[in-house]
């Protein structure tokens, strides 16, 4: 089993209606010879849904440099990830019209190309560019172990809560809250701090950890954070699926609200 990657180590909204409509979209994956054609096509459809999704939402998600985990022969997994990252904050209802199709490519390559409709709902309204949060890290590839500080800039009094979302993970372990928690209870901020903060660092430290269970050859992994700011404290839990998390953010009015993602790598320890 997996563990989370963010360990607290211890020193002792009301839902609003959502736009939904149905489109096109296509995604498509080239893949070697040794990956199987099944996880090829899983691949492309991610793609797919994460287009129908920016379509519908009309949001242009910044890319963020995530890749790093190539240098350890992981390309891969990291851009399934990272596409599967830009569907978050929409919620696909249902597909129909599923076609897929496989073509070779040249000197071996295959391309998985999956084309479908998809009923896509995401929240009503507009963001409000005055309701802004900046969000850093200490660092942006960290190694077994090493602390995690994350810093908060908001532009504006907000409620801020901070997420983790862990790829390899399964149901309501693929969605954790790390902030607020048990040693860090502030529902609001309304200027720069700091996760932890300087009174509550004393209790307690967030850390990285190398996944457990992880196959040898993987050497680095990627993992993400969202910071969710709200004009009012919103009850969330403190575990998720991306899908049933997916389907809370889209009821959350865009001009109410501000999701910013974050992506860090983290290297197996001894490397």
């Known amino acids: 089993m997996t563990r989370p ?3 607290l180590v ?5 839902p609003a209606p959502a736009a939904a409509e149905w489109v096109r979209a296509t995604g498509s994956f080239l893949f070697p010879p040794v990956m199987p054609e099944a996880e090829a096509c899983q691949a492309a459809e ?63 390559y295959r391309k998985c ?50 997420f983790q979302w862990l790829p390899y993970e399964k149901g309501e372990a ?20 700091t996760v932890p903060t300087d009174t509550a660092a004393r209790r307690y430290a967030m850390k990285v ?16 954070l969202m910071v969710v700011a709200t004009r ?3 009850n969330f839990r403190d575990a998720y699926s991306l899908d049933d998390f997916n389907r809370l953010l889209s009821e959350l009015p865009r001009g109410d609200r501000r999701i910013v993602r974050r992506a860090y790598n983290i290297v197996r320890g001894g490397e």
């Not at 211890?10 to 009301?14: G, N, R, T, V």
């Not at 994460?50 to 891969?76: F, H, K, M, N, Y």
């Not at 790390?178 to 609001?188: Q, S, V």
Request: proline share 5%.
């Open 5 to 7: 990657l963010v360990a």
């Open 10 to 14: 211890l020193l002792l909204a009301l």
């Open 46 to 108: 991610e793609r797919a849904r994460a287009d129908a999704v920016r379509q519908v939402g009309g949001e242009t998600l910044a890319a963020e440099d995530i890749l790093r985990c190539t240098e350890q022969g992981d390309e891969a997994d990291c851009a399934r990830n990272s596409t599967v990252w830009t569907a978050v904050g929409g919620d696909i209802r249902a597909v129909r019209g599923r076609t897929v199709e496989t073509a070779a490519e040249v000197e071996g």
């Open 113 to 162: 190309t999956v084309a479908l409709e998809a009923d896509v709902k995401v929240a009503e309204g507009r963001a409000d560019p005055g309701f802004d949060l900046g969000v850093a890290l200490n660092n942006a590839v960290f190694r077994d172990g090493e602390a995690l500080v994350v810093s908060l800039k908001p532009s504006q009094p907000m409620a801020v809560q901070i």
């Open 174 to 193: 693929q969605i954790a809250r790390i902030f607020p928690n048990a040693f860090d209870t502030a529902e609001r901020i309304d200027r720069p701090v």
């Open 209 to 224: 950890g190398f996944p457990v269970g992880m196959p040898a050859r993987r050497k680095m992994v990627d993992e993400y």
């Open 232 to 234: 009012k404290p919103v």
